[in-house]
């Protein structure tokens, strides 16, 4: 019951994203219609990802004690 309301979240929030960054969804906007929206979306929902399974706060704290990597 929750895993289909997570799918809808995720789609939600997706089409959100692409309204508030896209007059045209996405497709052939930049300069030259060469510029896509699908890498800044991917970035947006792995950054969310890290973030709810806890592999950022891990990253960032292995980060403080080994300054080094």
Do not use: C
């Amino acid at each position: 019951m929750y895993w289909q309301q997570g799918w809808e979240a995720l789609n939600n929030t997706v089409q959100a994203f692409i309204h508030q960054n896209s007059s045209r969804r996405g497709k052939n906007s930049g300069e030259n219609g060469d510029k896509t929206l699908i890498f800044l979306l991917v970035r947006y929902i792995l950054h969310d990802l890290l973030w709810k399974t806890g592999e950022a706060d891990k990253f960032f704290r292995d980060l403080e004690n080994n300054p080094q990597l």
